[in-house]
Nanobody, 115 residues
């Protein structure tokens, strides 16, 4: 079972960009489906994007065209490139590794979009 660890969060102005990283320990990273979720203060956690083990990408409508999920299996890392950020993107972003219906969550990284 891999264990994800997120990094790359921070404060960014509206319209800016940020790239999140999720490094996952374990030698079988390439077979995992990886996903990003986010949770804003006072709200439920919501799904943002998924990349399958064959590289298929799917996105929530709220981020489609602005966010890009990618993975580098040689580095056991998945990324979330976030462009044209809006204040409503402010949240704690979590990475999840999924295999055979079982998931492992990272601890999260805070993203704040504010001027």
């Amino acid at each position: 079972q891999v264990q994800p660890v997120e990094s790359g969060g921070g404060l960014v102005q509206p319209g800016g960009s940020l790239r999140l990283s999720c490094a996952a320990s374990g030698s079988t990273f390439n077979i995992y489906q990886m996903a990003w979720y986010r949770q804003a203060a006072g709200k439920e956690r919501e799904w943002v994007a998924t990349i399958t083990n064959d590289g298929t990408r799917i996105y929530a409508d709220s981020v489609k065209g602005r966010f890009t999920i990618s993975r580098d299996n040689a580095k056991n890392t998945v990324y979330l490139q976030m462009n044209s950020l809006k204040s409503e993107d402010t949240a704690v972003y979590y990475c999840k590794a999924v295999l055979n219906g079982l998931g492992a969550w990272g601890q999260g990284t805070q993203v704040t979009v504010s001027s």
